[in-house]
């Protein structure tokens, strides 16, 4: 548990959290730089993702990747050593690892395109880790069959809130938001799916979430009749 909490740690760190701005929001129209926008940053904004830009530096993003890919390698040998991690702990820890782990490498092919992919740990120095990189199609494809081998053993809700007043419910909703869930990984399958042009999956996905929500709203109605 606490080396799949350090993989939360190292994606919210500050130089990932930057990274993913930069990259992601800063390049669309929902963020606008003020004066004090650095050197950098301004040349970001014009595509300027030469080696010499400090924001272009990637190192974050592949410290987060192998911290996933170590616990995607670890984990299954740790549950046969203690009879208390049951399998479906195992496998919805893993999903939590590889969300994390494709998230990062969503947002480096969508802003580099044709990036080094691995789902290897790097482990020692004893491996030759000069990999070259995945064109941005494939590398797509890699991640959509990535989360869709472990969609199915992430969970659902870690706090059920179905028979909690707004009020409560309020109070323990982080719980449900701070971590990896089901349909975070149907999210992100949904956007990758989306850049890769396979649309009905799209709508497959987001009908899962939009439905799931409007079963629990549904349940939520039922358990306590009208909602405050």
Not at 127 to 153: C, M, N, Q, S
């Amino acid at each position: 548990t606490s080396v799949l909490y350090s993989c939360y740690e190292s994606l919210e760190s500050a130089e990932s959290i930057l990274r993913m701005g930069i990259w992601g929001e800063l390049r669309s129209d929902n963020i606008i730089p003020g004066r004090s926008a650095s050197y950098d940053v301004q040349e970001m904004l014009k595509e300027n993702i030469l080696p010499t830009n400090t924001l272009v530096k990637w190192d974050v993003m592949y410290q987060t990747i192998n911290r996933c890919n170590t616990v995607c390698h670890f984990a299954p040998s740790v549950q046969q050593l203690d009879p208390n991690y049951s399998i479906d702990e195992l496998n919805a820890n893993i999903a939590e690892a590889v969300f994390i782990r494709d998230l990062c490498y969503f947002y480096l092919l969508r802003t580099f395109r044709d990036v080094p992919v691995t789902f290897e740990a790097s482990l020692d120095d004893q491996r030759d880790y000069e990999i070259p990189p995945t064109k941005f199609e494939d590398g797509l494809d890699l991640l959509i069959a990535d989360l869709k081998k472990v969609e199915g053993h992430a969970v659902r809700r870690y706090v059920d809130d179905t028979r909690m007043q707004n009020s409560e419910a309020s109070r323990s909703a982080y719980q449900n938001s701070s971590r990896v869930t089901y349909l975070a990984i149907c999210a992100l399958l949904a956007d990758l799916n989306l850049w890769r042009g396979n649309y009905s999956q799209v709508v497959e996905y987001s009908d899962i979430i939009i439905d799931y929500k409007k079963e629990q709203y549904r349940q939520k109605r039922t358990n306590l009749g009208n909602i405050n």
